[in-house]
Each structure stands twice: as structure tokens, then as C-alpha cells.
């Protein structure tokens, strides 16, 4: 099993305060507070339902000793085949884009670290999802902790800032959050929504236009 939990979350969001108030057409400040916080919740949907980093943010990968997984899998959640670590020449790091690996460390039985060193791998930040490969003549350590037993660090996002973000994507986050301002009354719409931005039941309840500015950025799961 593999366990995937955001470790730095963004610093900013793609879409500024000012931008979505425009779209919106709100002129008062009396509500910047809450526009804030569903420019946040927006921005959150946004990558669920494409499977993508936004802003620059660090995650943590960790994997069970000895096991490792194919290519169809992120969010933690296994979608395809289960094999022998050794058997694969890479592992897919979720939530494109990678930016890079910080360490790559193996766990013993004392759940003492140790950094596997990086001449081990190659980071491919070309392919989406990005991967850590094995260099030639290279093979994958092998951690003595059974559960969780290799921790990958790494850095996602298109940058620091939403100046590299697609103008898609944040056209998509402002009506989005525009949408939710504007139906504040839908609360049981916002929950559904934003529990689970993958399911069915959760894009009903958000307009085509942005499901259709987003789909061309969305990690497809075969």
C-alpha cells in the first residue's frame, strides 16, 4: 500500500483576491474573507479533479517495504497492478508537474532514515505524471520496516506564483469560485462537491464551462 500527504502546502494562490472579485463583480471588502476562502476551496477542487500541483508544494510518497506500483495510481489510492519493487524501472510521483526530488530515504526496523543516494536515480520531470528512474546497473534499495519502509520527498507545481499557472486553469478557479459565492445557499451542493472532486455526483454540481477549461489538464487513469 502506498500513503500520499501534502508536507508544504502552497504559499499563494493562482488566482488573486482582486481577479476573482472582478469576475464576480463584487465591490464591496465586506466579503473578502469568504471570496478568499472559495478562491482556496476552488484552487483545492481544481487539482482533485485534474490530478495536478498548481503552486509550488511539497509532498511525501511513502511505500510499503518491498512493494511498489505501477503506473496508474495517485492520491494514495492503488488503480492498477501491485509488484515486486524490483521489477519496475520507475516509479510515477503524483500531482504533476514535478519540479524535483528532495531525498529518497529507506526505514529499519528502529524507524531509522537513511538517504538513498540520488546517483541511484534519475528524476524525470519531463513526463506526466514525473517519475524517479533506475540509473543502469542500479536496483532499488531494500528497506528492513515492512510498512511505509521508503519515503519519497518531493517538489510540485508549476511555480511560485501564478504567473506560470495555464490562464485554463485560473480562469477555471475564478468562475468556479465565482459559482460558489454566487449560491451560497447551496450548501449541501458546496459538500458534495468538494468532498470528492473525482466523482460523478461531485461534477454534476459544477458548470460544464469549467469542468471544459480543466479536462485538457486532467491526469487520465487508465
Partial sequence: MTSFTL??????????????????RIDTTADDALA???IT???????????????????????????????????????????????ANSIQLPRPPLASVSNVQT?????TGTVWDPGNYYVDTASEPGRIALRL????????????GI?????????????????????AIKQLATHWYENRGEAAVLARATRDASSS?????????????LDPYRILRF
Fill in 36 to 38: 478568499t476562502g472559495l
Fill in 107 to 111: 526505514f529499519d526496523n528502529t524507524d
Fill in 7 to 24: 508536507l508544504t502546502p502552497p504559499a499563494v494562490e493562482p488566482v488573486l483576491l482582486a481577479d476573482m472579485k472582478a469576475q464576480a
Fill in 137 to 148: 546497473g542500479c536496483v532499488w534499495p531494500v528497506p528492513l520496516r515492512l510498512v511505509n
Fill in 41 to 87: 476551496a476552488a484552487r483545492q477542487w481544481a487539482e482533485r479533479y485534474t490530478g495536478r500541483a498548481f503552486i509550488t508544494q511539497t509532498w511525501r510518497l511513502w511505500l510499503d517495504g518491498g512493494l511498489g506500483l505501477e503506473k496508474n495510481w495517485w492520491d494514495g489510492v492503488e488503480q492498477g497492478p501491485v509488484t515486486i519493487l524490483n521489477e
Fill in 201 to 213: 455526483r461531485a461534477t454534476m454540481n459544477v458548470p460544464l464551462v469549467i469542468q471544459a477549461l
Fill in 151 to 171: 519515503m519519497i520527498e518531493y517538489v510540485a507545481g508549476y511555480g511560485n506564483d501564478g504567473s506560470s499557472v495555464p490562464e485554463p486553469i485560473k480562469l
